[in-house]
């Protein structure tokens, strides 16, 4: 055969492979066709030595076949199982259903409620623990050795002896209307405030003299957290806004 012969046939081969899909090298040489490459399946290696030789045989031209089969893939990609129930590939069907069950690493959002962390920022970084800034105590002078009582503990707020206690819901008015006042002389923010607390039916009204916004701002928050109030209505008077005729 003449190199321009040899050509053609090496084209007409590729070609027609090629218009099926099917892509391996074609060469010819010592009177012999060589099929070389990978196909993904044994239909497509028998389709391509099928098409060598239609066009090899009538010449007298043999046919080697060097094609190699890549291995089979998973006929079912996002199948979890296989057939014999014997376990599958590590591919999960998107659309299926697991009860919204996650790793147990991930359930849920953490909860630090039980744990407000270290007021030690190098543990902080270094455990991976929430930090909790430290917080000056109330005190009040006493008459004892030390001549200071911290007056709420060293908690982080008065509130933390309340923990795991009984419910209040139906706290009786006067009983509210100690604890707010309790709370509010033993927070840091609200302890020199002089507030009046008056509670009807859950309802704690906050009536006296405040210096700024600011503190009124905080002595609502500090009566608003003393379980049992349902609501905090802050009727304080601020002498540097005119016009203010509240408490």
């Given at each position: 055969m003449t190199d321009q012969e040899t050509a053609d046939l090496v084209r007409r081969i590729h070609d027609t492979l090629a218009e099926a899909g099917i892509h391996v090298a074609v060469e010819v040489r010592d009177g012999t066709v060589y099929l070389i490459g990978?196909?993904?399946?044994?239909?497509?290696?028998?389709?391509?030595?099928?098409?060598?030789?239609?066009?090899?045989?009538?010449?007298?031209?043999?046919?080697?076949?060097?094609?190699d089969v890549l291995p089979d893939s998973p006929s079912e990609v996002y199948s979890d199982a296989s057939p014999d129930g014997a376990g599958g590939f590590g591919y999960l069907d998107p659309d299926r259903d697991d009860n919204l069950v996650?790793?147990?690493?991930?359930?849920?959002?953490?909860?630090?409620?039980?744990?407000?962390?270290?007021?030690?920022?190098m543990e902080a970084a270094a455990e991976a623990v929430p930090y909790f800034p430290p917080t000056d105590p109330v005190v009040r002078p006493s008459d004892d050795e030390e001549e200071l009582a911290v007056v709420g503990g060293f908690g982080a707020t008065s509130m933390d002896d309340e923990a795991g206690g009984a419910s209040f819901d139906d706290r009786p008015d006067d009983d509210i209307s100690a604890a707010v006042l309790r709370e509010l002389r033993e927070d840091a923010l609200t302890t020199d405030l002089v507030i009046r607390v008056v509670t009807r039916s859950g309802v704690v009204h906050l009536h006296?003299?405040?210096?700024?916004?600011?503190?009124?701002?905080?002595?609502?928050?500090?009566?608003?957290?003393?379980p049992g109030v349902k609501e905090v209505r802050e009727e304080l008077h601020i002498p540097s806004l005119r016009g203010d005729r509240r408490g």
């Amino acid at each position: 055969m003449t190199d321009q012969e040899t050509a053609d046939l090496v084209r007409r081969i590729h070609d027609t492979l090629a218009e099926a899909g099917i892509h391996v090298a074609v060469e010819v040489r010592d009177g012999t066709v060589y099929l070389i490459g990978e196909v993904d399946s044994e239909d497509n290696r028998q389709a391509a030595l099928d098409v060598a030789h239609a066009v090899a045989d009538p010449l007298g031209l043999r046919v080697d076949d060097a094609i190699d089969v890549l291995p089979d893939s998973p006929s079912e990609v996002y199948s979890d199982a296989s057939p014999d129930g014997a376990g599958g590939f590590g591919y999960l069907d998107p659309d299926r259903d697991d009860n919204l069950v996650l790793d147990p690493g991930f359930e849920g959002d953490p909860d630090f409620t039980d744990d407000i962390g270290t007021t030690d920022p190098m543990e902080a970084a270094a455990e991976a623990v929430p930090y909790f800034p430290p917080t000056d105590p109330v005190v009040r002078p006493s008459d004892d050795e030390e001549e200071l009582a911290v007056v709420g503990g060293f908690g982080a707020t008065s509130m933390d002896d309340e923990a795991g206690g009984a419910s209040f819901d139906d706290r009786p008015d006067d009983d509210i209307s100690a604890a707010v006042l309790r709370e509010l002389r033993e927070d840091a923010l609200t302890t020199d405030l002089v507030i009046r607390v008056v509670t009807r039916s859950g309802v704690v009204h906050l009536h006296g003299e405040v210096p700024t916004i600011e503190d009124a701002e905080n002595a609502e928050e500090v009566a608003g957290r003393v379980p049992g109030v349902k609501e905090v209505r802050e009727e304080l008077h601020i002498p540097s806004l005119r016009g203010d005729r509240r408490g």
